[in-house]
């Protein structure tokens, strides 16, 4: 009886405690377009420009701006991390292996992509929950597709931009430029 006491009171108390929440973006695992499991910890101590991006977006275009930044700097160690979301008007409605196909094909994209997730709402991947909660200077829901995050090299959220920012746009690359330098 004491045992069956002690794991009940046990088990509440571990349910009952909140989860902690990550302290860097290196903390997670996520699928791959692929469907093979990626630790971001494979990122540490590089500059990752992260982006929730849709292959029927107004902004779509910007797959073009993004590899261009990624073979820019990929040698300087910025990682482009796409990640697909159908949360702003059906725009991402494809499999992960329709878009892929859409990406190498259409944008000669070799950036790291990720299977697709939800940037928000009630089902908001925990990757997206840090990226908009993480750092208290640029919490906010994500408002559309191509928002970006940039992460440092210790995975802290250092910079947000909205969708209609370039990505070779002077504030984004000046921002990519100072986190390489950190």
């Known amino acids: 009886m004491k045992t069956r006491f002690l794991f009940s009171t046990l088990t509440a108390l571990v349910c009952s405690t909140p989860l902690m929440a990550a302290d860097s973006f290196h903390e997670f695992t996520v699928k791959d ?14 500059t990752i420009l992260v982006v929730n991006v849709a292959s ?46 859409f990406c190498t094909t259409d944008y ?4 790291p ?38 992460i440092d090299k210790s995975g802290k959220v250092i910079g947000r931009f909205n969708s209609g920012a370039e990505p070779d746009g002077d504030e984004l690359v000046n921002a990519i430029k100072d986190g390489l330098s950190r």
Request: with cysteine; glycine share 12%; net charge neutral.
């Open 33 to 46: 377009i692929d469907g093979k499991d990626l630790a971001l910890t494979a990122f540490k101590g590089k």
């Open 56 to 101: 029927q977006c107004g902004y779509t275009g910007q797959y073009a701006g993004l590899q261009r930044l990624h073979e820019r700097f990929k040698d300087q160690g910025l990682v482009v991390l796409g990640i697909p979301a159908n949360n702003f008007g059906g725009q991402e409605p494809g499999s992960d292996a329709e878009i892929k196909a």
């Open 108 to 111: 000669g994209v070799t950036f």
């Open 113 to 150: 992509m990720l299977s697709k997730l939800s940037a928000t709402g009630a089902d908001q991947a925990a990757v997206f929950t840090f990226l908009t909660t993480s750092n208290p200077e640029l919490t906010g829901p994500i408002n559309w597709n191509f928002e970006k995050f940039l």
